[in-house]
Structures are given as structure tokens and as C-alpha cells.
């Protein structure tokens, strides 16, 4: 990622989550995209990313339980 397309990224986060879910999954009827992000090569490729074009589950990892002689932190 070069600096132009990191500062970009840092942009796009410091924006609403919703918006930049909204957006990234192009559900613009809820949140309509804005203009200065209309040619973002960021946004595009978040929502490439988004697409799911494999059809894959994506699921959230398994937490690892704790044992009790761990240290809790």
C-alpha cells in the first residue's frame, strides 16, 4: 500500500462505521454514498473484499478458553 492509499485508509476510518459498512457492502440506499468517495481505489478494493465472490462462510474465530492454571490478566 503506498502512503497515498494509507492516508486514504486512515480517512475512510475515521468515518462512521455504518457508513463505511453501508458503503463497503454498496447498500446505498441506506447510507448514500458521498462524493469524495466515489473513485476511491480504498474503497473499491474494500468492497471487492466485501463481495464474498467464493461464496465462502466466514465466521468469527473460536476464542480459546482459558485453563485454569493460566494467569488472568
Known sequence: MTLEELDEYDKLLDLPDWDIYYWA?????????????????ILKLLQKL?????????RMPELKKPLDDEPKN
Open 25 to 41: 457492502t454498496k447498500n446505498y440506499k441506506v447510507t448514500p454514498l458521498a462524493d469524495e468517495w466515489k473513485d476511491s481505489k
Open 50 to 58: 466485501s463481495e464474498n465472490s467464493e461464496s465462502e462462510i466466514l
